[in-house]
């Protein structure tokens, strides 16, 4: 079956610190990857997303590679900031519909000023 | 207005009361979809109607009610809900359900207590 597991939250860090966020993933077939981001009391929010093996997505100084061979989609920035404290979901669709994302159970990031 | 937006923000209501939570869209999608988000749970899609025909339905009690006259519009009828039905409906729509890369972009959310 499809599904995604990401590290477990919260993850507090100083601003400019270096983020890791692991995400893994099992899939059937060739799925689209995404990262989501929800800050305080909004809806999710596309940060970006990688359609094939290697694909790199960036958006906002984020970036996550679309790595096949070790099932994974980390999520990646090198120097954080305060404003960046929001739940992260990792999400994959996998290419047989559209309409079931997967979403992984998200990890909250705080920054410290 | 822009994007996806939802009414109302913020909802309070008794067991026996009945409600509508409503979804607009203002992006030319045709597929729209409902979440529930429930704290420490991973998000859980309930339905997509997809050229507001339903194509989705994931074991979802009878007493949420989804209706989509339009492929802007959709609601979500409530009636007799209990208090693990509280949580945060989120609402998102995409250009189309199919191919299966198109992004989905989500409403701010409605927060739902049930008392």
């Known amino acids: 079956g499809n599904s995604v597991t990401q590290m477990e939250g919260p993850v507090t860090l100083s601003e400019e610190a270096f983020l890791t966020i692991n995400c893994t993933y099992t899939?059937?077939?060739?799925?689209?990857l995404f990262w989501y981001v929800q800050y305080p009391g909004e809806g999710l929010q596309l940060l970006l997303k990688?359609?094939?093996?290697?694909d790199k997505g960036s958006n906002k100084g984020f970036e996550a590679t679309y790595r096949k061979e070790t099932t994974s989609f980390h999520l990646e920035k090198g120097s954080v900031q305060v404003s960046d404290s929001a739940v992260y979901f990792c999400?994959?669709?996998?290419?047989?519909?559209?309409?079931?994302?997967?979403f992984g159970s998200g990890t909250r990031l705080s920054i410290r000023p | 207005e822009t994007g996806v937006t939802q009414t109302p923000r913020h909802l309070v209501m008794g067991m026996t009361n009945k409600k509508s939570l409503k979804c607009e869209q203002h992006?030319?999608?045709?597929?729209m979809y409902w979440y529930k988000q429930s704290a420490k749970k991973p998000l859980e899609l309930m339905f997509v109607?997809?050229?507001?025909?339903?194509?989705e339905n994931n074991s979802v009690p009878s007493r949420f009610s989804p209706e989509c006259p339009n492929s802007s519009h959709l609601f979500l009828h409530l009636h007799t809900l209990q208090p693990e039905d509280s949580a945060l409906y989120l609402c998102?729509?995409?250009?189309?359900?199919?191919?299966?890369?198109?992004?989905?972009?989500f409403g701010p959310g409605t927060r739902l207590t049930v008392l």
């Open positions: 998102a729509s995409s250009h189309q359900a199919e191919p299966s890369y198109n992004e989905q972009f």
């Open positions: 999400a994959l669709n996998p290419s047989s519909s559209a309409s079931k994302i997967i």
């Open positions: 992006l030319g999608h045709n597929a």
């Open positions: 899939a059937t077939g060739y799925p689209s």
């Open positions: 990688a359609t094939k093996a290697d």
């Open positions: 109607y997809n050229f507001k025909e339903q194509t």
